[in-house]
């Protein structure tokens, strides 16, 4: 639980007091590979702290084609934030690329935070933004480069994770086929 005390901190001031009531309210949970944490056309229940594992965000694009957006890793919070919010259905996916370890906290146990904690919404929000600019600075530098500059910044942006996820998936997240990558990675080694 430490791990979730010190991400929520760098975003606001909390007593031990109101720490507790947060931690008392998240229920462990383990995912297996390949599992889904939300789905495109359900309505996101959920947000969980990531204490172990690797996610990915998916959409399927116009030709059904299944796209790799965005890879999570452990220390921070996953939840398609803005529909579960809102209660409305999810567009994306996130699915575990590896066994994930979390902490989950339902809708009912998040309001109760809410509700009880002063500025929690604040708090929320700026680790919120924080997630979007991380995933901005993560993902734009990709899109006027050729597939080579592609893949060395997904190595140097995601350095932990090119070995732990499948190639398909860096190849869709890199909008290139998977052949392609496999030449890039033998050309650079």
């Given amino acids: 639980m430490k791990e979730l005390t010190d991400f929520i901190l760098q975003f606001g001031n909390l007593n031990k007091q109101q720490i507790s009531f947060i931690v008392s309210k998240a229920t462990r949970l383990t995912l297996s590979k390949d599992e889904y944490f939300s789905e495109a056309g359900k309505i996101p229940r959920q947000v969980a702290f990531i204490l172990d594992g690797i996610f990915r965000l998916s959409y399927h694009n116009n030709e059904g084609e299944e ?3 965005y890879f999570i890793n452990g220390n921070q919070f996953l939840a398609d934030y803005e529909n579960f919010e809102s209660n409305l259905p ?16 339902s809708k009912k146990n998040w309001e109760e935070i ?3 904690i002063i500025d929690w919404d604040k708090i929320a ?14 993902r734009s530098p990709l899109v ?3 597939a080579t500059t592609r893949y060395l910044l997904f190595l140097e942006k995601f350095p932990t994770l090119a070995n732990r996820i499948p190639l398909s998936y860096i190849a869709s997240y890199l909008g290139i086929t998977q052949q392609s990558l496999s030449r890039i990675r033998k050309n650079i080694q």
């Avoid at 999810?90 to 906290?105: G, M, P, R």
């Avoid at 929000?125 to 993560?138: F, G, H, N, Q």
């Fill in 67 to 69: 796209i790799t957006n």
């Fill in 90 to 105: 999810s567009t994306d996916n996130l699915q575990a690329v590896t066994k994930c370890e979390l902490l989950i906290f």
């Fill in 114 to 116: 809410t509700n009880t």
């Fill in 125 to 138: 929000d700026k680790a919120y933004r924080k997630c979007l600019l991380e995933t901005i600075e993560k």
């Fill in 144 to 146: 006027s480069e050729d």
